[in-house]
């Protein structure tokens, strides 16, 4: 199975400021034959199931504010939260779907400070 | 606009199956994977496995030998059946949609929390 690893555990930022959360795997989640890197990341608040955010490891879902962002290829991303607002409180998750079992990291919680 | 919608009971004894169902609304069964995950509280997620209408199925090996999944088409929902359930399998399980042959997650069902007592 790949692993996924997220740093740090929580973070606090303050509001404006940048959020970065960065995301690991034990192996490579590049496919070679498209050049693509099968990274997703969710946003989870209290109560709700989680909502994609990033797929492709930078592709925004549609609907989501351009204050968020996703880099990274190989087995290293990140996450950025460009300009924290008050409603990105919330636990951020990445996952690979590179290879079945489609694995998540342990998430990162993000506060404001 | 993928909508589901989960039900099933909130309660299951010790050695006893787990049942939950989750109905589709704005797609078709016959179209997309269909998947199953888990959340324990105040824990992350786990990926229980998917249903494909084709019937290529696939499951997390963790628990291969205790899960299936099915489809009810004329219905439009789909099934998750975890047997021999222990005080492990307590969580928050959620239906959620992945297509194309990408499973990133991007239609997911309100949750339902299991507990598992007798």
């Known amino acids: 199975d790949i692993v996924m690893t997220q740093s740090p555990d929580s973070l606090a930022v303050s509001l404006g400021e940048r959020a970065t959360i960065s995301c690991k795997s034990t192996?490579?989640?590049?496919?070679?034959?498209?050049?693509?890197?099968?990274l997703a990341w969710y946003q989870q608040k209290p109560g709700q199931p989680p909502k994609l955010l990033i797929y492709?490891?930078?592709t925004r879902q549609s609907g989501v504010p351009d204050r968020f962002s996703g880099s990274g290829s190989g087995t290293d991303f990140t996450l950025t939260i460009s300009s924290l607002q008050a409603e990105d409180v919330a636990i951020y998750y990445c996952?690979?779907?590179?290879?079945?079992?489609?694995?998540f990291g342990p998430g990162t919680k993000v506060d404001i400070k | 606009q993928v909508q589901l919608q989960q039900s099933g009971p909130g309660l299951v004894k010790p050695s006893e199956t787990l049942s939950l169902t989750c109905a589709v609304s704005?797609?078709?069964?016959?179209?997309?994977?269909w998947n199953w995950i888990r959340q324990p509280p105040g824990k992350g997620l786990e990926w229980l496995g998917f249903?494909?209408?084709?019937?290529?199925?696939r499951y997390n090996p963790s628990l291969q030998s205790r899960i299936t999944m099915s489809v009810d088409s004329a219905r439009n929902q789909f099934s998750l059946r975890l047997s021999s359930v222990t005080a492990a399998d307590a969580a928050v399980y959620y239906c959620?949609?992945?297509?194309?042959?990408?499973?990133?997650?991007?239609?997911w069902g309100q949750g339902t929390l299991v507990t598992v007592s007798s």
């Open positions: 959620a949609r992945s297509s194309g042959g990408w499973h990133k997650f991007d239609f």
């Open positions: 704005g797609g078709s069964i016959t179209n997309d994977y």
């Open positions: 249903f494909y209408y084709s019937g290529s199925n």
């Open positions: 192996q490579s989640v590049l496919y070679n034959s498209n050049n693509m890197d099968y």
């Open positions: 492709w490891a930078s």
């Open positions: 996952q690979q779907y590179y290879s079945s079992p489609f694995t």
